[in-house]
């Protein structure tokens, strides 16, 4: 089995970093024109791809090694550990693309085998897998995933460590966020 045993949250930093370069300046002297054609790299609405690394479910958030999939693992219960994909933009990936995907979560910081198989759960882009022993915190989890579009047996492995609980966030009416 070939996983991808990298510093995943080294390079998560290091990918934050070059993220940040891809805001480019529209701003241009009496170009009305220029901005259909030079403005080309950004199709989303108003959204650069990686420029969304927020947790959406109050777990722990990582950027995949393949530089487009986004994932967060929550712990809600002693019995419940949930992750969730996301695409580039960091919206939750369609029900298709949840069946590509595949998983295995182990106890500890290796993946020893055999694994907790990840099974679909009943959110959007999201896998879960029961857990079948007693936690205790620090809580450490690893986590094998192969991407939709990887190729078999090529897997990504991510470390959880929780403290605690996964708080979801509290939802909030205002988070003072200006629309232009
Ligand atoms: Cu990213």
Known sequence: MGYRMSLVAFSVLVLLVSCQEGTSPAAETGGE???DME???SQGQGMEEHSDHE???GGIFFMALDEVHHLEGTLSSPRMFRVYLYDAMTMPLNDEKV???SGTLHWGEFPDPPGIP???GHE???LMAELDREIEFPLTLTLLVNFPG???GESELFNFVFDEYSKPPAME???GMSHE
Do not use: C, F, N, R
Request: proline share 0%; hydrophobic share 40%; aromatic share 0%.
């Open 33 to 35: 024109a220029m901005a």
């Open 39 to 41: 403005g080309m790299e």
């Open 55 to 57: 947790t959406k479910h």
């Open 99 to 101: 069946q590509q995907a």
């Open 118 to 120: 990840l099974k679909v």
């Open 124 to 126: 959007d882009g999201m």
């Open 150 to 152: 990887a190729a078999e």
């Open 173 to 175: 009416g205002s988070e």
